[in-house]
């Protein structure tokens, strides 16, 4: 079955204790990205990668790192979560575009992680 | 300063009726525009899309309307459905896909009545 997976999906941490949420598709996917969702903003981009060793910033970077050493696997990390880290953490993963009646890149969402920082 | 801005947090429609979802943005460097449905406890699913080299995509009973010079867009469902209750998130890019920066609205529920 085709997916994007998160682990784990409930955290419960505490300020300062360096945390890693996976996130792993198996639709051989070049794209993949971190979201973040908050009551009242919405879903806000972390970080994506267009490709293997590929990151860049999205709008809200501030305090995440990613790593891209394989195309399937895009982990977020948290050197050091803070309360205004608490929220509900989307991981997603995109086909290349390709041309025609309909189009492919459409992103693929995983379930949700949600992380607590006391 | 938030680009893309979903200003009704919430729309109640009948089942049957049409239900219109709205979004407006800033950027008019914007060229490609996405609706995701979100059910909780779930990751947002893609809906439609519309490039802004058009003004009006139809799937079925979605179609998404761009109106270039307002900077605003919406989405319509007809009939709308209990099945449709989830929220709506409107999103943007620069580049013409939807693998790159992307950014969201806040977000609209939309509760559908039997």
């Known amino acids: 079955e085709a997916q994007v997976t998160q682990n784990p999906r409930y955290l419960i941490t505490v300020t300062g204790k360096k945390l890693t949420v996976t996130c792993s598709q198996n639709m051989n996917h070049e794209y993949m990205s971190w979201y973040r969702q908050d009551p009242g903003l919405g879903l806000r981009q972390i970080y994506y990668s267009m490709n293997v060793e590929v990151t860049d910033k999205g709008d809200v970077p501030e305090g995440y790192k990613v790593s891209r050493k394989e195309k399937r696997n895009f982990p977020l990390i948290l050197e050091s979560p803070s309360p205004n880290q608490t929220s509900l953490y989307f991981c997603a993963s995109t086909p290349s575009f390709v041309a025609g009646p309909r189009r492919t890149d459409t992103q693929y969402f995983g379930p949700g992680t949600r992380l607590t920082v006391l | 300063d938030q680009q893309v801005k979903q200003n009704s947090p919430s729309l109640s429609v009948q089942e049957g009726r049409i239900s219109i979802l709205n979004c407006d943005y800033t950027n008019s460097m914007f060229d490609y525009f996405l609706w995701y449905k979100k059910y909780p406890a779930e990751g947002p699913t893609f809906l439609i899309s519309?490039?802004?080299?058009?003004d009006k995509n139809e799937d079925g009973r979605f179609t998404v309307f761009l109106n270039k010079s307002a900077k605003h867009l919406s989405l319509h469902i007809v009939p709308s459905q209990p099945g449709d209750s989830a929220v709506y998130f409107c999103a943007a890019s620069v580049d013409g896909t939807s693998y790159g920066k992307l950014t969201f609205g806040q977000g609209t529920i939309l509760t559908v009545h039997p």
């Open positions: 519309i490039s802004s080299i058009k």
